[in-house]
């Protein structure tokens, strides 16, 4: 008997927080519990990877690509998984409705749904699609880097490389971790 059934389970915080670690992590614990599953990233998230989703530590799992929301759902209609993982679900394609009402038909079907995303911005708008999934998860984590500047908790991924453009795929190079206070003496 699976302990796990249709549980929504979301990471969140900011850019090396360690949320994709923590979805790696849990895809791992479920197939060794036996849970058959299965994991899936936005196609335009090609940052280390097409078909791996990849932390900045380098450790990896296999995953499919998907442009949007329909294509998971044309999936789960020919396989049955039990639990299924999606990282960076702030660039999954399609609307923010759709995307939440596929997810509560996973859930409803006893499928169980690991996401990880971002909850802000750089600018420190929140991802709709993480706004609309925090309050209707049963399990909530929100991790925190460390602040480059402090060493304290990072609140936010600074964006140091310029241009106002929101999607802006990258790692170190154009972006680090703060905390509040160092976010607002930078901005
Ligand atoms: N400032 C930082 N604070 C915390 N971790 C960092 C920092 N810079 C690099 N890292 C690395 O990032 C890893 C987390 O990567 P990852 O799980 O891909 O995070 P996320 O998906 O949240 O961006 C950490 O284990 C650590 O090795
Ligand atoms: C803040 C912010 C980030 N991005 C991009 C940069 C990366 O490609 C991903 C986040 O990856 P991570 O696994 O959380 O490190 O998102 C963006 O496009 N716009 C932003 O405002
Ligand atoms: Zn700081």
Not at 50 to 75: F, G, L, M, P, R
Not at 113 to 130: H, N, Q
Request: proline content about 3%; some cysteine.
């Amino acid at each position: 008997m699976h302990q796990y059934s249709g549980k929504l389970i979301v990471h969140t915080g900011s850019m090396f927080s360690g949320k994709t670690s923590n979805l790696e992590n849990d895809v791992k614990r479920f197939k060794i519990a036996g849970y058959n599953t299965v994991a899936f990233k936005p196609a335009i998230e090609n940052r280390y990877s097409e078909s791996q989703i990849v932390t900045h530590d380098h450790t990896s799992i296999n995953a499919i690509s998907v442009k949007n929301i329909e294509e998971i759902n044309e999936y789960l209609s020919e396989f049955n998984p039990n639990v299924i993982a999606i990282d960076e679900i702030q660039f999954l394609g399609g609307k923010i409705d759709d995307i939440v009402e596929s997810i509560n038909g996973f859930l409803k079907k006893g499928i169980t749904v690991v996401v990880a995303g971002l909850d802000m911005d750089y600018t420190g708008k929140p991802f709709e699609i993480v706004k609309e999934l925090m309050p209707i998860s049963d399990y909530l984590y929100k991790h925190h880097a460390v602040c480059v500047k402090c060493g304290g908790d990072a609140w936010i991924s600074h964006r140091k490389s310029g241009g106002k453009e929101r999607i802006k795929i990258g790692a170190d190079k154009d972006y680090e971790p703060l905390c509040r206070k160092c976010f607002l003496r930078e901005k």
